[in-house]
C-alpha cells in the first residue's frame, strides 16, 4: 500500500463550525506533513510530524489544530476558519524524519469557508 | 532558507516534442524532487535525486549538485503530460521548499 488517504475530498464549512481533516498512510512512514495549496499558488508548509511529535508549526494561526494520534494518522482540526483559508490541503508523508526520502501526497482535500 | 527558482513558469508545445524545465536552488540540498500536479489534483512525486540521473519511463531528472540545478526532460511528449512540474528541494523534518512551478501544456 503506497496510499495516502485524505477525507474528505471536499469540505464546505461555514466560519463558526468545527470540522476535521483526517490523513492516513500504511507505509510505516515516520514524517507527515499538512500543506495549504492556493490556486495557480505552489503548497505552503504548515505543519511537520516527526515520530508523532509536532517538529515544525510554521506561524499558521491557532484556529487550524494539528493531532497526531499514532504513527498512522494525521489530523487538522478546524475551528473559527475565514474564507481566506479555502484552500487545498494536502497531506504527505515520508520515511525518514531526519533524511527525507521519497514524498507521498495525499490527493488533498479541497476546503470552502463560507 | 533555500530559493529554488524554475523555468519557464509556462511551456505550450506540440506532442511529440523533446521538453526540458529548469530548477536552480540557492543552498546546498540533500534531495531535490520532482513533482507533478494535474489540475484541481493532487501532487505525484516523480523522482527524488540526491546526485546524477534517473529515468522512468519517458521521465529523465538530472542534478548538478556543484551547480545546484536540476533539469527534468520529457521525451516524446503527449498531451496527458499536461500538468503542473514543481521542483522542491529539503525533506524531512525540515518539509520541502517548492518552486512556483511550470505550466506544461502538450498540444495534439
Known amino acids: 500500500d503506497t496510499e495516502v488517504t485524505q477525507t474528505p475530498k471536499h469540505l464546505v464549512m461555514g466560519m463558526t463550525n468545527k470540522k476535521s481533516l483526517k490523513c492516513e498512510q500504511h507505509?510505516?512512514?515516520?514524517?507527515m506533513y499538512w500543506y495549504k495549496q492556493k490556486a495557480k499558488k505552489p503548497p505552503e508548509l504548515m505543519f511537520v510530524?516527526?515520530?508523532?511529535?509536532?517538529?515544525i508549526n510554521e506561524s499558521v494561526p491557532s484556529r487550524f489544530s494539528p493531532e497526531c494520534p499514532n504513527s498512522s494518522l494525521l489530523n487538522l482540526h478546524l475551528h473559527a476558519l475565514q474564507p481566506e483559508d479555502s484552500a487545498l490541503y494536502l497531506c504527505?508523508?515520508?520515511?525518514?524524519?531526519?533524511?527525507?526520502?521519497?514524498?507521498?501526497f495525499g490527493e488533498g482535500s479541497r476546503l470552502t469557508v463560507l | 532558507k533555500n530559493e529554488v527558482e524554475q523555468s519557464p513558469q509556462n511551456l505550450t508545445a506540440q506532442e511529440g516534442e523533446f521538453i526540458t524545465i529548469n530548477c536552480s536552488y540557492s543552498?546546498?540540498?540533500?534531495?531535490l524532487h520532482w513533482l507533478q500536479q494535474h489540475p484541481g489534483g493532487g501532487i505525484v512525486s516523480l523522482f527524488m535525486l540526491s546526485s546524477g540521473k534517473k529515468k522512468h519511463g519517458r521521465l529523465i531528472a538530472t542534478i548538478n549538485i556543484q551547480e545546484k540545478h536540476s533539469s527534468l526532460h520529457i521525451t516524446a511528449s503527449h498531451p496527458r503530460d499536461s500538468a503542473v512540474y514543481i521542483c522542491a528541494v529539503g525533506g524531512g523534518a525540515d518539509g520541502l521548499t517548492f518552486g512556483k512551478g511550470t505550466h506544461l501544456i502538450i498540444q495534439p
Open positions: 510530524y516527526s515520530y508523532e511529535k509536532l517538529s
Open positions: 507505509m510505516g512512514h515516520r514524517a
Open positions: 543552498v546546498g540540498i540533500s534531495a
Open positions: 504527505a508523508s515520508s520515511q525518514g524524519a531526519g533524511g527525507g526520502g521519497e514524498l507521498f
